[in-house]
């Protein structure tokens, strides 16, 4: 079975959202494992400050039905996808990795390329993997948070939010 890793994200209500993700998740995947949740300015667009994560997982699903059982799950929490605007949202679920699988097609995109660009997603993927490497750069998810600019580095503060 591969071993995923996604990022979630919430600027709405996002204590509760975040913790109904982490319980949705860890009940369909009971040997997940979670980052350290982060504070961070919305990138793209105005509104409220997000709360980030990451988690790892096992996976039987394909990326495609992975994909979908995340859709399900920003659903039940109440997000509405509009095409791919950004905007605020209540909960937002992306697959940053799926194996060693590099995959660009379907609309899907492995690995993310947040990873590299995203302080937000890049931190929290770096705390639960620090000694994988990136299957396309070839360096740790630690050594490419350590690489990251400081100013980006410095964008994130940590919240105390047992999940």
Not at 5 to 29: F, H, K, M, Q, W
Not at 39 to 64: H, I, R, W
Not at 121 to 146: C, F, M, N, Q
Request: charged share 25%; proline share 4%.
């Amino acid at each position: 079975m591969p071993e995923v890793a996604v990022s979630l994200g919430s600027n709405l209500d996002r204590e509760s959202n975040i913790r109904a993700a982490v319980e949705t998740i860890r009940s369909l995947y009971p040997g997940a494992i979670f980052s350290a949740v982060f504070e961070s300015e919305a990138v793209g667009f105005e509104g409220p400050a997000f709360y980030n994560l990451a988690a790892a997982f096992e996976t039987d699903l394909e990326v495609a039905e992975l994909v979908l059982q995340l859709r399900d799950i920003e659903a039940q929490q109440g997000r509405v996808r509009i095409g791919e605007i950004m905007g605020s949202r209540e909960i937002d679920i992306d697959v940053l990795l799926f194996g060693d699988e590099i995959l660009y097609s379907q609309g899907v995109n492995i690995p993310r390329d947040e990873i590299l660009e995203c302080a937000h997603v890049l931190k929290p993927l770096s705390l639960i993997w620090p000694d994988r490497h990136h299957p396309v750069k070839g360096a740790t998810y630690r050594d490419l948070w350590e690489a990251m600019s400081r100013d980006q580095r410095e964008s994130l503060s940590l919240v105390v939010l047992d999940c």
